[in-house]
């Protein structure tokens, strides 16, 4: 993780998450380290699982925009990956997977709320 947002820093698109990272990530690396590996612990089991499929979507997207716009011009790196990822994401919050076998049909029936609205 140090090593990546090094190199986020080096050749972030937007100078001010470049700074960002720079100032205020690295330094307290400590806390961000488990924090990034506990939100993407979470979208992953979200998405695996059918569980709240949009909101890890949305999550996902995010993190995938920060990746995308952090590291697209890093050498090395192949920034259609990223973008990939972001359109993925996207197409899961527009509509989501998981409510015929996730996790998601289970809480709709149980609360009876409608499969749009999870």
Known sequence: LIYWMKQMTEHASIALQ??????LVLPNIRLFG????G????????LMLGLLTRLGAVFGLLMALNLWLGL??????????YS?????QLLFAIDP?????GADVLLC??????????
Do not use: H, K, M, N
């Open 39 to 46: 939100v993407e612990v979470t979208i992953g089991v979200s």
């Open 84 to 88: 990939f990822i972001v359109i993925l």
């Open 72 to 81: 697209y011009s890093a050498p090395g790196e192949w920034p259609w990956t």
């Open 34 to 37: 488990p924090l990034v590996y």
């Open 18 to 23: 470049g700074r960002l990272v720079q100032d």
């Open 109 to 118: 029936r149980r609360y009876r709320v409608s499969p749009l609205l999870v």
């Open 97 to 101: 997977p998981g409510r015929s076998l």
